[in-house]
């Protein structure tokens, strides 16, 4: 596959500026555009100059560079969490013309956290079951969307387990989920040490999606397609 023209909006912030650094040295890329506040007129404005979008801003601003890649045909990527149901009805719009990479949490550990959740839901059916997910002080959405896919991942043939979140310090994400059965219980965690591991999956996710039909992706996509 040829290298990628990539587009980042949020460029600025916590995830998209470490998805632009790692781009660099990224040998599937061969140019990155950083998308601030900025410049997202413009880029909404005329055709997209790219063969993906990555975007890590917010929930009003993702579905609008959705449809701006959807008039141009190109492959969108987004991390943006906490969308309301109209917004989610429209990136599923977006996703009828062009492949849409959607995922709360684009590390691998945390993927893989949701299979064994999923697994353990299954051989432990009748324990109880809770998540505790920590995030840093400011990060506005309660519980994260991490956590309320893992709660959805866990919840086997029952109810969701019930989650609880703590915002506190600079932590870039940590999820726990705990069964407990009679005199026992099983605890799943994992822990991001650095936002690298999102920028990292969401290239990954990129890298992945351009060339595919149209369609809404997610991880177990890319984890589970070749």
Same mark, same amino acid.
Request: aromatic share 4%.
């Given at each position: 596959?040829?290298?990628?023209?990539?587009?980042?909006?949020?460029?600025?912030?916590?995830?998209?500026?470490?998805?632009?650094?790692?781009?660099?040295?990224?040998?599937?890329?061969?140019?990155?555009?950083?998308?601030? $506040?900025?410049?997202?007129?413009?880029?909404?404005?005329?055709?997209?100059?790219?063969?993906?979008?990555?975007?890590?801003?917010?929930?009003?601003?993702?579905? $609008?560079?959705?449809?701006?890649?959807?008039?141009?045909?190109?492959?969108?990527?987004?991390?943006?969490?906490?969308?309301?149901?109209?917004?989610?009805?429209?990136?599923?719009?977006?996703? $009828?013309?062009?492949?849409?990479?959607? &995922?709360?949490?684009?590390?691998?550990?945390?993927?893989?956290?949701?299979?064994?959740?999923?697994?353990?839901?299954?051989?432990?059916?009748?324990?109880?079951?809770?998540?505790?997910?920590?995030?840093?002080?400011?990060?506005?959405?309660?519980?994260?969307?991490?956590?309320?896919?893992?709660?959805?991942?866990?919840?086997?043939?029952?109810?969701?387990?019930?989650?609880?979140?703590? $915002?506190?310090?600079?932590?870039?994400?940590?999820?726990?989920?705990?069964?407990?059965?009679?005199?026992?219980?099983?605890?799943?965690?994992?822990?991001?040490?650095?936002?690298? &591991?999102?920028?990292?999956?969401?290239?990954?996710?990129?890298?992945?999606?351009?060339?595919?039909?149209?369609?809404?992706?997610?991880?177990?996509?890319?984890?589970?397609?070749?």
């Amino acid at each position: 596959m040829n290298p990628l023209r990539l587009a980042v909006c949020g460029a600025e912030g916590r995830v998209g500026s470490r998805v632009c650094a790692l781009a660099e040295a990224d040998a599937r890329v061969r140019s990155v555009a950083r998308i601030g $506040r900025a410049d997202a007129a413009a880029f909404l404005k005329g055709p997209v100059q790219a063969d993906a979008v990555i975007d890590f801003s917010r929930p009003e601003a993702t579905v $609008r560079f959705a449809h701006a890649c959807a008039r141009s045909r190109v492959a969108f990527v987004t991390g943006v969490t906490a969308l309301s149901a109209s917004q989610r009805a429209r990136l599923a719009a977006a996703a $009828r013309r062009i492949p849409v990479f959607a &995922a709360p949490n684009f590390s691998r550990g945390a993927a893989a956290l949701e299979r064994l959740a999923r697994a353990a839901a299954e051989i432990l059916a009748g324990w109880d079951a809770a998540i505790v997910e920590t995030h840093r002080a400011g990060k506005r959405d309660a519980p994260s969307g991490t956590a309320l896919s893992l709660s959805h991942a866990a919840a086997g043939a029952g109810a969701p387990p019930p989650i609880s979140s703590l $915002r506190v310090g600079t932590v870039p994400g940590d999820h726990a989920l705990t069964f407990a059965g009679a005199d026992e219980r099983v605890e799943l965690v994992h822990r991001a040490e650095s936002r690298d &591991a999102f920028a990292r999956g969401a290239l990954d996710a990129a890298a992945w999606i351009v060339g595919r039909k149209a369609g809404l992706y997610s991880m177990v996509d890319l984890l589970e397609r070749p």
